[in-house]
């Protein structure tokens, strides 16, 4: 095969920063997907609908009317019910993003104790509003590599037990165990997955020295983690949906003797998927994945027009312009097996 054209496909959990930083990358999503979930992890965090009104503003700015910004609040202790219910009334919100406080980039406004945000997830529950939860443990005595198992142990299985009809994505799985979790959960419960954990297992992380640009949260998993990640994603299982978390730091941020956790793909962001499809053999359920499914859980139209990927490898550039600074893609200086057609499909 070698052209292949999908439903434009929409990306679920997406870093777009703010500033020059978002006009820098907004344009590589806005080319390829029609929406996508904008993660309110800024500083200070998009606590507010009205703050969410105001990024939006700007995110339609940089990245062009036809692009459709799904906003989400940054879910605190302190959110009210009354937050909550302007969110799910104003038609531009569309989820409240959990963050254990301290577990990855701009999580530190994020929840401590889980027990605060109950009343916020009972008014959700009955607004129909999701929540999208970055699934870790923060306790620095837990191993880095257990800590989305830890999690859906101590936190998610109990809290999907508690509040029965709230819907819920298991953002970015990284394990076979958050898989067979969300499998094997009620309905209302859904995962997105990455391209770096459908293409990569941990050793990418120390391939022939210390590779930062890899370093993402959750981290890389095993072998055996990908190869069910890979599994799910191609299973035509409608609970796993695209989510890139496309995640970008300036090259310094990354380069640093304490680096950031994020991996950037947005200027790849549906051809990264195709390679992971290929190689499952399973081109052809790549729409549902990439633009379906995500729509159906969010209750969302499917988009009506079409992309075309064309078989045709491309090398990724070194770097690209980050507002001034640079970032390191993923990828970087080597080649992708899938190119986005300019053309129309
Ligand atoms: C994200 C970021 O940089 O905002 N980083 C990451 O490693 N994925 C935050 C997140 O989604 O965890
Ligand atoms: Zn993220």
């Known amino acids: 095969m070698n052209r292949l054209t999908l439903r434009r496909p929409d990306d679920w959990h997406l870093h777009l920063r703010d500033g020059p930083q978002l006009r820098a990358v907004a344009g590589f999503t ?25 990024y939006r503003q700007r995110i339609l700015e940089a990245a062009g009317e036809n692009f459709q910004p799904l906003m989400t609040l940054y879910l605190t202790e302190q959110t009210s019910s009354a937050e909550i219910d302007a969110a799910a009334a104003s038609g531009i919100i569309h989820g409240v993003k959990l963050y254990p406080a301290g577990a990855t980039t701009h999580s530190d406004a994020g929840v401590r104790n889980i027990e605060k945000v109950y009343p916020a997830l009972e008014r959700m529950s009955s607004n129909g509003l999701p929540l999208l939860v970055h699934g870790e443990t923060v306790d620095p005595q837990d191993d880095i590599f257990d800590r989305e198992q830890r999690f859906i142990d101590t936190v998610l299985a109990p809290l999907i037990a508690r509040f029965t009809t709230l819907k819920v994505v298991f953002e970015h799985v990284t394990t076979r165990a958050a898989v067979e979790f969300v499998q094997g959960a009620r309905a209302g419960v859904a995962a997105t997955i990455t391209p770096q954990h459908l293409l990569l297992n941990r050793n990418a992380l120390f391939a022939g ?32 949906f695209l989510g890139t978390d496309s995640a970008p730091h300036a090259r310094q941020d990354k380069e640093s003797a304490c680096g950031c956790a994020g991996v950037f793909s947005a200027h790849a962001g549906i051809e990264l998927y195709a390679e992971a499809f290929e190689q499952a053999g ?33 090398t990724v550039p070194a770097s690209y312009d980050f507002g001034g600074a640079q970032i390191v893609p993923f990828r970087a200086g080597e080649p992708i097996r899938w190119k986005l057609s300019r053309t129309a499909g």
């Open 30 to 54: 806005a080319e390829r997907f029609t929406r996508a979930i904008v993660m309110p992890n800024l500083k200070p965090a998009i606590t507010t609908v009205a703050q969410a009104r105001a």
């Open 209 to 240: 020295g210390l590779r930062p640009h890899h370093y993402c949260l959750p981290v890389l998993k095993r072998e055996q983690d990908r190869e069910a990640l890979l599994a799910a994603a191609t299973g035509g299982d409608a609970r796993f």
């Open 282 to 314: 399973r081109l052809d359920r790549l729409q549902g994945f990439a633009s379906e499914f995500g729509a159906h859980f969010y209750g969302l139209q499917l988009n009506e027009e079409h992309i075309t990927l064309l078989r045709e490898e491309w």
